[in-house]
């Protein structure tokens, strides 16, 4: 009885471990007007292997935003908004994006206009543009 007391005990633990909630979040500035932007310039990361640019760059293109990328040193005096992202990938039989924040700068200054959070455990992971669409449409319908 003890062992199998200590079994479920040890499933649950796992359980909880690796299938908390999946969140997003997104914080937008205010006196930030999203919707007057029209250029955007997307800045890869520097280890992005897995078409994280690729989605937030399609799922832009796809609000009727122009849309480059390119490295930071090469923003266009064009760009409205400089966008910039970090993604943590977990291995769990293979890898999946656990989280992603996206962040929108002003690139004359480097100010936070809005930035967007989504985590997800491994029992609840998503394709890659379907964290990009869930991060912006936060962004996009919070922003004042």
Do not use: H
């Not at 007057?36 to 997307?42: I, L």
């Not at 291995?91 to 930035?115: G, H, Q, T, V």
């Amino acid at each position: 009885m003890k062992i199998t007391g200590l079994n479920l005990l040890l499933c649950s633990a796992l359980f909880l471990l690796f299938s908390g909630c999946a969140k997003t979040t997104s914080d937008v500035s205010p006196d930030a007007a999203m919707g007057e932007f029209k250029n955007f310039y997307v800045v890869p990361s520097f280890d992005d292997r897995r078409g994280v640019k690729e989605a937030i760059f399609a799922d832009l293109k796809s609000r009727g935003f122009n849309v480059e990328a390119g490295p930071a040193i090469r923003i266009p005096e064009t760009a409205d908004v400089e966008v910039s992202y970090e993604a943590k990938w977990v291995w769990d039989r293979d890898y999946y994006l656990s989280n992603l924040e996206i962040s929108f700068k002003d690139p004359d200054n480097a100010m936070l206009i809005a930035s967007g959070k989504s985590y997800r455990p491994s029992l609840e992971r998503k394709p890659v543009d379907d964290m990009v669409v869930e991060i912006l449409n936060q962004i996009f319908v919070t922003a004042p």
